[in-house]
Each structure stands twice: as C-alpha cells, then as structure tokens.
C-alpha cells in the first residue's frame, strides 16, 4: 500500500507554535513551568471563562486531580458517563473509589440526566457515599449540562465535567469546561488542538487549584530541604510544551472551523447518498448547542441501509490506507469494569454497535476528500 495515509484525527501545527518554542530555548526556560506555562494558563481561562486553569501532562491526570481536593478515596462512588475513554474513570480507581456507570441519552449520546438520578437514588439507598459526577461532552458535543446540573445540585454532588474533547464548544454560549466545579480539558496528539500530550485542570476554586498545582509538583512542602507531607505527583506541564499549547490556542477558532466545515462536507454527501434510499444519521446539534465537531460520527443501522453496517465502511476505508473507527466501546462493557454498577438502558450499547467515527483532521485536504469520498461511493454504489 503507497497510498499515503488518512488519519482519523492528526495533528495541526500553525504559524507560530515555533516561535514560541523558540523562546523558550533561547531563555533556556526548559524545565517543567516557566512563563509559557502561565502564559498558556491564563490563554486558557480566557478562552473558557473560567478564573483558575492548572496546565499538566495530561488530561488523565487533570482528572485525577479533580477527585483529590474532592476527597475521593476507597469506599466512596463517582458516577460517571459510560460511553466514553477510558480514561475518563480510570482515576477513580487511582483513588481505590469505585465508579458506578450511567448510560447516554440519544439526543447528544452524553449522559442520561434521568439514569443518573436513578443511579444517586439507588446507590444512597444502599448507603453509598458519592462524591462526584463525570459527563463527558463526546466528540465535542456538549452534555445537556443544565439537566446534569439540576440533578447534581438536588443531591449537593459536584460535577467534573470531561471535557478532553470538547474545548471550543458552547452550550448556550457557555463554553464546555466552565459548567462543573472542576473541569479537565486535553492536548494530547489527537485531540482539536495538542501540546503533543498535556492537559490541564480548571476550576473557579482558587483554593483547589492551588492543590493541584501543588500536588502536581512532588507536593513539597514550603522548606529549603525536601519536605513532604502529602503523596505528591510529577504531572505538570513542560515550559516549551506549553510554547507549542499558545501558539495552538491561537489557531483554535480556524480549527473549530475547519472540523465544522468537515462535518458539513459528510452531512451533504450522505444527504444525496440518503436519497438513495439510505439512513446514515449523525450526531446533531439541539438548539442553542454548539459543538467543536471534534470528530465527524455516523450511526449506520444495517437494518435502515440495506445490509451495510459501521464495518462494511470501516473496512472499506481501510482498504484504501484510510483511518476510521468505531464510537467509543461503553465501559460498563470493558472486561476490566465488568464488576462495575451501571444505570440505564442500551443507548450506549448500540451506538457502539452501530456508529463510526470518520477522517476528521483540521488538516485534511480536497484531495483526502476525493479519496474519502471514492472509497465511500464504492460501499454505497
Ligand atoms: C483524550 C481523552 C482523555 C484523556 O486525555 P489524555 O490527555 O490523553 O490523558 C479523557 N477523556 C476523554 C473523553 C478523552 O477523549
């Protein structure tokens, strides 16, 4: 195979992320912090509208960090969205905690406010202690955040909002990332804008990310010597990573733009193609929602589209040196969380089973698109 590869979300360095990096090396600012890292914190709490941001290595490690200062620890429950990466409950088992999974709604595939209601009344009934709540905005389709927040303050449990996938998307102009009590955003190689790999922890607490940042730096205690009184951790951000984060945070309108534009480009060749008695459906955005478009997904029900599932497409893609993937695989069907509670129905279950995340690069060009598009027209001729 020559055919040179289309990835399904590939990095998109701009004009002046060198620039950046270039100072850094010419004020020998290497070392993890320094004035990039502040400068790319203070970028960040503007863009999202939030007065705290904490920059750190990663988006993992920005939720784990959120559940500290929460007070997670063994015995206790965090209820979090199960259609999803992993990597949105793996820290709650960092914690020794155990995370109890709630099933996603069909309208934005985020969790279901109703299965997490029932999730708080049924385990409190059991004399669980719960003490946070994960949505995930999913492909940069927010969360119906207001629902999640009325359930949450009902039962006086905090929200941290996953948000990895979704900066630059809005709810009601609210900006993803600004709806919970702590909120983690990633950088990581793949995601809408990338430090490489990093992340960062944002919060209106001062309080709060003070710790985290203190944490996220050995936790060493105020002393000329090395003193510690807390478990720390080596999570934050490198100065010249986050060089490449501002110069990226430039660029993020353009990039929003650009996978929006992507999305458009699908929707109107699976219009004519459901013209031809097809039913290729997508993520759609309700009122007032706004979403960065993160990746391009559609739901392909072989029953509705003549035999042809998510498979037949990915596989055809593949054929022609083209990424596609199916939707996250729900984790309360994870082998590694199969002991877990879960709350809801089968709407995650058959989003994965039915749904494929398409070529959905900034950067993708016309020519990407023909072959997209030729590979396609081959599975639906
Ligand atoms: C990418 C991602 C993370 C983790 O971010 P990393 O920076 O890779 O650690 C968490 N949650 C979701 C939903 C993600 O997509």
Redo the contacts with the bound molecule.
Sequence with gaps: MNKKKIWLSSPHIGSSELRYVQEAFETNWIAPLGPHVNGFEEDIQNRVGVNHAAALS???SA?HLALIPLGVESEDEVLCQSF??S??ANPIVYQGATPVFIDSESDTWNMDPSALEDAIVSRQALGKRIKAIIP?H?YGMPAKMDEIKFVAEKYGIPIIE?A??ALGSTLFDKNCGAFGEFA?L???GN?IITTS?G?ALLSNDEGAIQKARFLATQARDAAPHYQHSHIGYNYRLSNVLAGIGRGQMEALNDRVQARRANFNRYKEYFASVNSRGYKIEFQEELEGYFSNRWLTCILVDPELNKGISRESIRLALERENIEARPLWKPMHMQPIFKGSPFFGGKVAEKLFEIGLCLPSGSNLTDQDFDRIFNSLDSVFS
């Design positions: 990663s988006g993992t939720l999803t990466f990597a949105s995930v999913l996953d990895a996938e983690a990633s950088f990581n995601k790999g992340g």
